[in-house]
């Protein structure tokens, strides 16, 4: 690992991960106020997505981003898919569309970290790119609660009742309206509607304080991995590989497409980041509600408590040494 | 006069349909407290998976009616209900 | 030993005056919640206009007075309690 | 409507409205933890009240001043009178007296947005007119409770009980205590004293990140506005009438009086907007309490879900035209 | 089914030890409401020293053992509790 | 005092905290939400902390820090020793412990209000004073209850139970693992890891915006002061005057030690404030776990409503008058 690279560690919002994690350790009984935790959680939303829209509104559809968002869709629905089929030979179908659901869709925060991270490189990327962020979030979820429903009606035709079944256009509402996916694309659509003017006078709100905000969240988010992972029950090593290996065969993946489509290097990083992040926010708030027999500390735990540190304090580095040897 | 209480923690996820549920069966009262952690040991509080803790006071007479719903809600979804017989004020 | 618990859904605004209503009974303890949505299906979470629900346990000889107390607040202001008899923990 | 005007409405925080209007329409879960929109409320009263503070102690008393103040408290005492027998004929005197105090006082984020526009116009005006935005909030109050104590006075007279009274004193206590209401008065005191030195000290806070965090308070509003429209029973077009003839007939009477006392263009249009403006903070608030006999989702409900929106994304815009026609 | 429902208000500084506490009874539910004021009137909402609320749901037959744990944790610490039966869902 | 003490005093942040204690006073219901409270001190700490360990990163160790800190290092044993002997003429062992703890202990916004003093009155300071700060906070408290835990295992063998004891190891772990304390240790650290670069990116967050939140934060202590002061009891002078006279005693002893240690003007006023202030935050609620046979309306309300108010408004000024006088 050379210098820059030590350096881009040593980020103060990541060292305060780092803090969160050992505070939750050794059971301090640090905390942010949940209401502040929900709120830094919408102003990072709300940032990306604008500045996504305000890039967008710079550069206007180029060939470029039709190639990388067309690589998103591509992985957005394969993801899901192929780790459905490989969860369903070891757990319910349930918990199995929960999980693929999880790491099918992505993490707006490990991808807010490896734009800090690349802008620390001094590598350039499309704003389009927060457009690929929104693209993926939302397939993975209606795959696998389409897959649940249909698991559920061969129940009854097995004979239990049809009292669970929850509607697709319920779901297809709640994945939509989901508050924290709407205030995505919200923000992207007004960062595209006002432009460069409007992104002026936010600047100093969405950009000079946001690595501040964003180290009080990833305190929050170190506390909660400690707390989490000492629930964390996985019964065998299943899971716990699950939780690592497919990140990385995700991040593989997305590194081939993004080669075969001829994406940029920061583009091409980015891109591999979504694909190995997994949602610990939005889509555990939609499947609580819509696959209810699944199990919260399950899907909601590897997530958070496995996939999310390791992007962070490894993966990252690690895509982007590879990445730009390839590129190179 | 004669009122029943019931209290139920969910998943804060759960919030919005539960209380299209309790409107329904118009109760005197209730109150949504959002954001806490606890419910059945699994309870997290981050940005996206907090529980809730919401309180209805209403008639005894109506709240047969709201208990069997309540449970069929509960059974489906997860979450815990309590139910006890009191004296309200303003509860008609 | 035997104890009341008073719960009581008001407005935010009617915090103050309520506590020092309670203040005057020397109820073993109580706890304010603030900032809650839902009271007579009217309540509206809003920088002005928002719920509270407050938590009263006292010794239940106590408990008659402060509800008449109670009864009169609520009905001239608006807002809902409920009472129950039950088993208290340092309530003396 | 020209150009600039377009710019003007396509400002990120009214956008961000507009967004909050459609996610509560939508029924989205999304939301604004109850305690943040409490603080940005109480931030942006803050910064209104110290940045009028700091003008006024650059520009002293002057005649131009004595002639806003002076117009400013004549609508404050002339609007909610009209405003009561207007509605006394169609209601019960208590939601009489409740709705005309909301209409009688103003909307203080109302005024931050009307701000907001004159500043993006180039316009410019008086800081003391965040003097006349404390000299109109409060006796409309004051004459709506003493009303509502006449009417419980004179049903005791006829047999009622004289429970519900309410003393003068304890209202006036109140009214000036309210913390919205004190923040403002203190903000614009403080700013006063410690003029331009203190402001460059907190001008990052207060007026750097201003944008942002209004941004956020108006995406709450926004959702509230659209659960609120949905639970407003107006019983017949009355009070709907009302809610859209009232701002817009105190607009033409404030527009009057500002030329009547030769007010400059920037001054007349805020003094226009704050007479439009009906409160939705600070009355609810301490009526709730004065006069509870009122039904709050009527005054509550049609300030806040039909005046707000309509002063935010007509009346502002609109006044602002015909007055720079007017004064031109 | 039959279920027991304890209240307990104590100091934010104790959440955590009363929890552990209560983990080691296995409850089917509770929740905790953290930054109260309120408690024995002498509660003050600081950054350093407000009041929590916690809720408990569990099985009646559960319920005694839990209620000496909490008499001991709560004479010792200071604080409150109250109980009441009462009936719950999904409460076993 | 002279015209730039004047003005040190209409500094914003200190007049809100007057406006704060007005409207207590006045029981207006003017709040700052509890969350926000709680992330205004959490974030107080983070920015200490980091700016500290920033400026150590800078100067490395030096003689002016090894004396600095020795001197804060004997403060630390010293003031709770002689105030718990003290105290202990008047008050049961419990209550003894606990004030001495809070005597014994620093508070972190006295602190950061003699900082922002010093910065007015262009005086400069070693950045590892706020190592000082870290240092002092511990002590007290470890010493406290190693005390109540002597005087419980007497009331044992004197026929009491034990059940009342809590471990010092346990103790000692609540200490160091208290969110407030660990924030602040590890802010220090992360900010000697990241020196200069990081704390630029971070500069807009720590910095520019601080006196706002400051000023938030201060108004909200103006109000708990408020109503703090109505409810305290002190049942006789003893424990008012107490509540002055041992901050002043701490003071001139701190001065004393300073001089005789020869540090700088600035070095010696913030030991000197560090001495004089009491803990209300970090030690209530450390203590009220560790000694609940205590009355957390004494240590709570004499270090809050008394000492806090006494240090900000007039201690400090003094303190500074005094000490320019001596190194003059
Ligand atoms: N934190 C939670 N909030 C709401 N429901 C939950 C939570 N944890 C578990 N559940 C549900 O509660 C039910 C019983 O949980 P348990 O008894 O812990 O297995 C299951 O249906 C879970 O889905
Ligand atoms: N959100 C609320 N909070 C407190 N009181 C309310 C609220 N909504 C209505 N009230 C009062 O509750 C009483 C009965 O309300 P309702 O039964 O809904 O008509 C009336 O006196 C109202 O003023
Ligand atoms: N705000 C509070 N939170 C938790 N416990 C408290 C509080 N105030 C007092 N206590 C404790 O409650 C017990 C009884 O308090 P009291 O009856 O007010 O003297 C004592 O052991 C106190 O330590
Ligand atoms: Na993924
Ligand atoms: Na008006
Ligand atoms: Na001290």
Known sequence: MDASLLQAIVDPAILFFFFGLFAGFVRSNLSIPEQIAKFLSLYLLMSIGYKGGVSLSQTGLTAQMALALTAAMILAFVIPAYAFMLLRRRLNPFDAAAIAATYGSVSAVTFITAVAFLERQGVSFGGYMAVALVLMESPAIIMAVLLANVVRSRSVVAGGTADGNVSVGKVLHEAFTDGAHLLLLGSLLIGYITGLPGKAALDPFITSIQKGLLLFFLLEMGLLVARRSRDLKLDGPFLAVFAIAVPIANAVFATALAKAFGLGLGDAFLLTVLAASASYIVVPAVVRYAIPEANASLYFGMSLAVTFPFNILLGIPTYFLVLRQLWG | ?92
């Open chain 2, 1 to 92: 006069m004669s009122a029943t209480r019931v209290e139920i923690m969910v998943g804060d996820a759960l919030v919005t349909p539960l209380t299209e549920l309790l409107d329904r069966h118009a109760p005197a009262a209730y109150v949504v407290v959002e954001g806490l952690s606890g419910v059945n040991r699994r309870g997290v509080s981050s940005p996206g998976l907090a529980d809730a803790l919401v309180v209805v006071v209403c008639r005894s007479a109506t709240s047969k009616a709201l208990l069997d719903n309540l449970k069929a809600f509960l059974s489906r979804y997860g979450g815990v209900a309590f139910a006890t017989d009191g004296f309200g004020v303003n509860v008609d």
